[in-house]
């Protein structure tokens, strides 16, 4: 979207009162949406900025992956780029990443509990699913 703030403020305008907004995005990924990648936002701009330009109620957001498992999430994208590679092997690898990153996640899922090591995961996420109710 060239003007996502403009489709948010008509999605916030035809919204009933007590709606509900789902918006999900991409963050640490590689160029996609060629020519159309335009912006990246962080859960700042999801907490406090959108709250404070749109009448919603933030009410929650997650992340996708940590500091830990978003790097090798990126591997089979830099594989998808490169033509010699088959795609069985492509598809493989990311098969294999993606159980890698799900047992790394399920294995340091304790220490998000606390707010120091939270916000050392949480600061490379590949993106982020938030939601909003209309005030």
């Known amino acids: ?10 999605s916030t305008r035809v919204l009933k009162k007590n709606g509900i907004i789902f918006i999900s995005s991409p963050f640490c990924l590689n160029i996609h949406g060629r020519p159309y990648d335009y912006y990246r936002y962080t859960e700042y701009f999801y907490k406090d900025f959108l ?12 992340s996708t992956n940590s500091i830990l498992t978003s790097p090798l999430c990126l591997i089979p994208h830099i594989f998808l780029v490169i033509p010699f590679v088959p795609n069985h092997i492509k598809h493989l690898l990311n098969i294999l990443i993606n159980l890698l990153v799900i047992f790394l996640e399920k294995l340091i899922s304790p220490l998000k509990n606390y707010t120091y090591t939270n ?6 996420p590949l993106g982020y699913a938030v939601i909003y109710e209309k005030k």
């Open 1 to 10: 979207m060239p003007e996502p703030l403009k489709v948010l403020h008509e």
């Open 51 to 62: 709250t404070a330009k749109l009448p919603l109620i933030f009410k929650a957001l997650k």
């Open 119 to 124: 916000g050392f995961l949480s600061s490379l």
